[in-house]
């Protein structure tokens, strides 16, 4: 089945510095990669998602990236501010018939003022 | 809405106890699955559903039964409960129109097994 490997599992940047987390995946069969943000003792939420047709796609200051070949992608976070500081988490699916969604362990990103 | 709602929000069960975690959506979506969340190791799927009557294992289905009669409703039974379950319990729902395929996570429930 899917495996989702995520590094690193903790990311401390600087206000205003950029975030990246980077993400494996083990099924070629695998087509839609969401990321979600958890900050603590909530619910995680979707931030942003891409799907196997695309290679990259942005919303505001937060962009990922895919590379299909190499089963890899990432996210890219600018100009980072403190409510940014949370633990993220990216996963992968085959979305044909099923909803079967597998995700990474989690990066905790700290962002220091 | 209230969208995905889980009850109850904590739980102590002594080792041997069985169990059900409620889960309930009212957005009419068709998929909903159960996730384990433990330190330093993520979401973990443990059932799915793809509609009323349909189930599947996910990634660490032992211990535990789902079943859905209804759109709306997906219980976790803890058959035996052990402290290897000690764990936050979320339940999600999703849908599948084209574009998005975005999972609305509930609240969470915190189980401790002693």
């Known amino acids: 089945g899917e495996n989702v490997e995520q590094h690193p599992s903790t990311l401390s940047v600087q206000e205003g510095d950029s975030a990246v987390i980077k993400c494996t995946y083990s099924?070629?069969?695998?087509?839609?990669f969401p990321w979600y943000k958890q900050e603590l003792g909530k619910r995680p939420q979707l931030i942003i998602d891409i799907r196997s047709n695309v290679g990259e796609k942005k919303d505001q200051r937060i962009a990922v990236t895919l590379n299909k070949t190499a089963k890899h992608f990432s996210l890219h976070i600018t100009e980072t501010q403190p409510e940014d500081s949370a633990v993220y988490f990216c996963?992968?699916?085959?979305?044909?018939?099923?909803?079967?969604?597998?995700f990474g362990p989690g990066t905790s990103l700290s962002v220091i003022p | 809405n209230a969208g995905v709602t889980q009850t109850p929000k904590f739980q102590v069960l002594k080792t041997g106890q069985s169990m059900t975690l409620q889960c309930a959506q009212d957005m009419n979506h068709e998929y909903m699955s159960w996730y384990r969340q433990d330190p330093g190791m993520g979401l973990r799927l443990i059932h799915y559903s793809v509609g009323a009557g349909i189930t599947d294992q996910g990634e660490v289905p032992n211990g535990y039964n789902v079943s859905r009669s209804t759109t709306e409703d997906f219980p976790l039974r803890l058959l035996s409960a052990a402290p290897s379950q000690t764990s936050v319990y979320f339940c999600?729902?999703?849908?599948?129109?084209?574009?998005?395929?975005?999972?609305?996570f509930g609240p969470g429930t915190r189980l401790t097994v002693t």
């Open positions: 999600a729902s999703s849908y599948s129109v084209t574009g998005s395929y975005e999972q609305y």
């Open positions: 099924d070629s069969a695998s087509n839609y």
């Open positions: 996963a992968a699916s085959m979305k044909t018939s099923y909803d079967k969604v597998i």
